[in-house]
């Protein structure tokens, strides 16, 4: 199929990592995203990484990516109440301009 | 920064209206996209565009239109709106590029309720 798949929730407390998890179906995909979005706003690009990378940090981000079981992950250090959001995986295949999104997983932060 | 910029926030209209949403992008985006987003589904693909007076269906076009008459302008019609179609629209847009990395900006969205 065509689906990226993606838990709907997930709950960490204040302080701690956060891992979000996603599983995409195209080997000849290039690019693959994370976007945030933060309650009543649009989707904001948070990171992303080529096919040919296996990890990429940025701050208290790290991309993980293993191609061979189209696994994608994003992690998130040290997680405070602003990262509470819906995180959103997707995929650009290397054939069109579109996006494939995930249905989006909802981090929620307890104290 | 790319900013795109959805006319509106909030929208109630009526059963049988005919709704127009308006997207404007100020970065010279080829690509413009319209999606709509509801609890456990995601970002469904309605309608995108690749060029001025392109057009092309998505994964959900059914009851809806698009006009792009100049390149800023991405406009969503629905023809005659139905319950159902009370949903978040979002606009993004993207340069074109298949093999590079262009990704899409989003507006902030348009929540319309239809009654």
């Known amino acids: 199929g065509e689906d990226v798949e993606q838990s709907l929730f997930l709950s960490v407390r204040e302080g701690d990592s956060s891992v979000i998890n996603c599983t995409y179906t195209?080997?000849?995909?290039?690019?693959l995203y994370w976007y945030k979005q933060e309650p009543g706003a649009g989707l904001q690009l948070l990171t992303y990484i080529f096919s040919n990378m296996d990890m990429k940090q940025d701050q208290r981000l790290t991309v993980l990516l293993n191609k061979k079981d189209k696994h994608l992950s994003l992690r998130i250090a040290d997680t405070q109440t602003g990262d509470s959001a819906i995180y959103f995986c997707?995929?650009?295949?290397?054939?069109?301009?579109?996006?494939?999104f995930g249905s989006g997983t909802r981090l929620s932060i307890r104290p | 920064d790319v900013k795109v910029t959805q006319s509106s926030r909030y929208l109630v209209k009526r059963t049988g209206e005919k709704v127009f949403l308006e997207c404007v992008q100020d970065?010279?985006?080829?690509?413009m996209f319209w999606y709509r987003q509801d609890p456990g589904l995601g970002l469904r693909l309605i309608y995108f565009s690749y060029d001025v007076k392109m057009k092309e269906k998505g994964d959900i076009p059914e009851g809806y239109s698009v006009s792009r008459e100049k390149k800023e302008r991405f406009s969503l019609i629905l023809e005659s709106a139905s319950t159902n179609q009370t949903s978040m629209y979002l606009c993004a847009s993207s340069r074109t590029g298949t093999g590079s990395h262009q990704p899409q900006h989003f507006g902030d969205g348009t929540r319309l309720s239809i009654l």
């Open positions: 970065m010279d985006h080829e690509n």
């Open positions: 997707a995929e650009k295949r290397s054939s069109a301009s579109k996006i494939i």
């Open positions: 195209d080997s000849s995909s290039t690019y």
